[in-house]
C-alpha cells in the first residue's frame, strides 16, 4: 500500500522522537493513503514556514498488519473520541496505548478549544464527538506508534 506524509522537507530518516506530543493518538509519524490529502497538509505547513511542500511517498506491506499491535477505528465512534481526547489532553504528551500502528479519522483542526469547553462543562461529550469531526468530512490517519513499525516503511 502506498502512504504518504505531508511536510517541508525530504525525510530520508523517521525519527519518533521529533514527533509532536498530544496528537490524535499519540506522538507517531502520520500518514495517508490520500495522496490530496498529505499534498494539502504540506501546502499549509509551506505557506505557514514560508517555504515549499514536500510529499514524501512510501510503501508499507499490508500483510504486515498481522504481525503489528494494530488498532483500528472505522469511523467517528465514542471510543476514538475518548482515544483521541485522553491524547489530545494528556498534560505530559505521553502516548497512551501499546500500538504499533493505530488507523482511524482525522479530528478537527479545532479540537483544542472542544476540549477545553468538555472539560470546563459547557458541552456534553455527545456535543464533544460531533464537534471534533473533521470539517472537510472524513478523512484518515494512519499513526505508526513504534521504530518497529516505522522500519516496515519503505521511502519510495
Known sequence: MRLYHGSTIDIQHIDLTLSRPNKDFGRAFYLSD?????????????EFEETVPVVNV???????????????????????????????AEPQGLTLHDYDIVYGP???????????????????FDEFLRRIQYIKG???????????????????
Open 138 to 156: 472524513i478523512t484518515f490517519q494512519y499513526a505508526f506508534c513504534t521504530q518497529q513499525a516505522v522500519d516496515k516503511l519503505i521511502k519510495l
Open 106 to 124: 482525522i479530528a478537527n483542526d479545532r479540537i483544542g478549544a472542544q476540549i477545553t469547553r468538555f472539560k470546563q462543562g459547557y458541552i456534553t
Open 58 to 88: 512510501y510503501d508499507f506491506d499490508e500483510r504486515l498488519f498481522s504481525q503489528f499491535r494494530y488498532k483500528r477505528f472505522e469511523g467517528y465512534t465514542e471510543d476514538w473520541a475518548h482515544f483521541v481526547y485522553d491524547h489530545r
Open 34 to 46: 490520500d495522496r490530496q490529502q498529505a499534498l494539502e497538509l504540506a501546502q499549509f505547513r509551506a
